[in-house]
């Protein structure tokens, strides 16, 4: 079955650290590109950092210089590593998976991060 599933979540206080992993049940997961999404109550669902099939990366204003994504495609997953988490960081992530090209787009079911003292 081809799905993304989400790990990591949880309660962090403020200027804590979390990491996130997505693990990926693709064929040819090298060939995708991935990335994280956020979204907070009553917001819109936005980008946070995404890493191509060539590993070039690129991330959300609000998160740069803190979080950093990673992948293994020799494991199929994906990893955003959270520093220095701010209130304002609370929100479901998702990871995601597309094929260059093609409108394929697959999204995993959101793991929820909270910050919170």
């Known amino acids: 079955q081809v799905q993304l599933v989400e790990s990591g979540g949880g309660l962090v206080q403020p200027g804590g650290s979390l990491r996130l992993s997505c693990a990926a049940s693709v064929t040819m997961f090298s060939l995708y590109n991935m990335g994280w999404y956020r979204q907070a109550p009553g917001k819109q669902r936005e980008m946070v950092a995404l890493?191509?099939?060539?590993?070039?990366?690129n991330y959300a204003d609000s998160v740069k210089g803190r979080f950093t994504i990673s992948r293994d495609n020799a494991k199929k997953m994906v990893y955003l590593q959270m520093n220095s988490l701010k209130p304002e960081d609370t929100a479901v992530y998702y990871c995601?998976?597309?094929?260059?090209?093609?409108?394929?787009?697959?999204w995993g079911q959101g793991t929820q991060v909270t910050v919170s003292s």
């Open positions: 995601n998976a597309n094929v260059p090209g093609t409108t394929y787009s697959l």
């Open positions: 890493i191509t099939s060539s590993t070039s990366t």
